[in-house]
């Protein structure tokens, strides 16, 4: 039987169909959950929409609420659920697992931490061939900051304006969004650099990025130049002649930034930069929490698509498809600096993480989605892109694969944030149509659209066609 679906806004978007049917809802009341959250759950999990979703099942790219309602989820659990939720395979290796063995800590030997360590390194160039599992993405930063450290034997590491690396004490340092940021100290050691972001930074043209989507800004660049990337360069020597000593422990980026809103930089920008930065002693981190495992499509970690090799790579979010789990892979010699003395993780790499990790890296293997991820994320950037041109408010689109930002404004020539209020309007009719997105940059002014893997075309028409009517609305409400 065919899921029933009541939009609460007029729109001619047709859900795509879906013959999976939910469990009956059995829990406690909506009105209850939100009491019980009121009291009982930190006041700093904050929720998404006016009216909070109670979810209660899901299945590959859709989600169910207590009422039955069906949602395509564009937003993946942040990025997080990389083959679909309740993906069978996966399912099925983690209750085969449940059955056997949960936890021993790595103390002791167990098949799957050695047979997806093999796995998991297989899929990295050399010398990257070495691995510490982990639980979080705050954690591997923390550790890829400590490693770094160790092993340089210097202290300063330079990240991006507009990155985000975590929300523990020490990754703070790196994490360069105000909101983000607590009125303690941190950060010591730690130095942002400008942001090469060629749509809102002070420079950026028509053929910066590795994308099916260029900015609306022209430049007069000839083939093979690129000026922005020149120019941003020059900011980041001023950053080494000023900011830091001269040598440094290293450099941390991630290959497309994720919670700002999918900022691409210039082509090569990375490549100049890792060399600017191991003149300096440092070593090149690469986070990959959330461009890893074939999200941008064209390669399966990021930093492949900027033809660098990392000395550090940080991965978590989409390693798991929503298990708590996460990893530093780096080269034996910079993994033996952690050895000199006791580093001990209880929980990472058990036998249960290891099994999910394995399974989701077959998942994408054999459903094809690097592939998918590549063929549907070009089709739905330019898509996007045909809204960019109707509509004044959208400023940008940008991205590469399922990694896609859509950037609000008042109007393309001042790039002015589009106001907070009437961001939300937006998004919020988004949901009530069905479809599910994230936000994000330094004013909440991006749309974070960051799917389950396995989403179809189909998918991407009905989106498209809900953040359509969104923006006509939008627009009816304006005038």
């Known amino acids: 039987r065919q899921q029933k679906w009541k939009s609460s806004v007029p729109t001619q978007a047709k859900m795509p169909p879906c013959d ?29 929409y006016n009216k909070p979703l109670l979810l209660h099942q899901g299945h590959m790219q859709w989600l169910f609420d207590y009422e039955g309602r069906r949602y395509l989820d564009l937003f993946a659990g942040i990025v997080t659920v990389s083959v679909g939720h309740c993906h069978p395979k996966v399912t099925m290796a983690t209750q085969e697992q449940l059955a056997r063995l949960w936890h021993t800590t790595n103390i002791y030997m167990h098949p799957s931490i050695q047979e997806y360590a093999e796995k998991l390194t297989s899929l990295f160039p050399d010398p990257l061939k070495v691995v510490y599992l982990t639980n979080s993405g705050s954690e591997a930063n923390d550790l890829a900051m400590f490693m770094a450290r160790l092993y340089t034997r210097n202290f300063d590491i330079i990240s991006f304006r507009g990155a985000y690396h975590g929300g523990s004490p020490y ?44 900015t609306v800004r022209k430049c007069s660049c000839s083939e093979g130049v690129c000026c922005a990337k020149d120019q941003y360069i020059e900011q980041f020597k001023d950053t080494l002649n000023t900011s830091v000593p001269k040598t440094i422990a290293g450099f941390i980026a991630e290959p497309i930034q994720g919670v700002n809103g999918a900022v691409q930089y210039p082509r090569s920008f990375l490549k100049e930069a890792y060399q600017l930065v191991r003149e300096r002693g440092g070593v090149c ?7 890893g495992f074939g999200r941008t499509g064209s390669h399966f970690w990021g930093f492949q698509t900027h033809d660098i090799v990392p000395d550090i790579v940080t991965l978590a979010k989409g390693i798991g498809n929503g298990f708590p789990m996460a990893a530093v892979v780096t080269t034996k010699e910079i993994a033996s600096s952690l050895a000199q003395n006791l580093h001990f993780n209880t929980f990472g790499g058990s036998p249960l993480a290891c ?96 799917p389950p893997m396995c989403i179809t075309k189909k998918d991407v028409d009905f989106a498209v066609e809900v953040f359509h009517s969104a923006l006509q609305r939008h627009i009816e409400r304006a005038a």
């Not at 959950?33 to 930190?42: D, P």
């Open 20 to 48: 999976f049917v939910p469990e009956k809802y059995k829990s406690y009341p909506y009105e209850h959950m939100m009491k019980i959250r009121e009291k009982n759950i930190s006041p700093s999990l904050r929720m998404y």
């Open 171 to 214: 990754t703070l340092g790196l994490t360069s969004i105000g909101p983000y940021k607590h009125g303690v100290a941190n950060g010591f050691g730690c130095s942002t650099t400008m942001l090469p972001d060629v749509f809102r930074g002070p420079w950026g043209g028509s053929h910066c990025r590795d994308s099916p989507v260029q």
């Open 285 to 291: 981190i690469s986070d990959e929490v959330q461009t």
């Open 355 to 450: 099994v999910v990790g394995a399974a989701v890296l077959d998942a994408i293997e054999e459903d094809g989605l690097q592939k998918n991820s590549e063929d549907v994320g070009t089709y739905m950037l330019l898509e996007l892109a045909k809204l960019r041109e109707e509509f004044e408010i959208v400023g940008d689109v940008r991205g590469k694969g399922l990694m896609i930002g859509v950037e609000m404004v008042t109007d393309k020539d001042s790039r002015q944030p589009l106001p907070a209020e009437e961001i939300t309007q937006i998004w919020e009719d988004c949901k009530d149509m069905g479809v599910l997105i994230g936000r994000g940059g330094l004013y909440s002014q991006t749309f974070r659209i960051k």
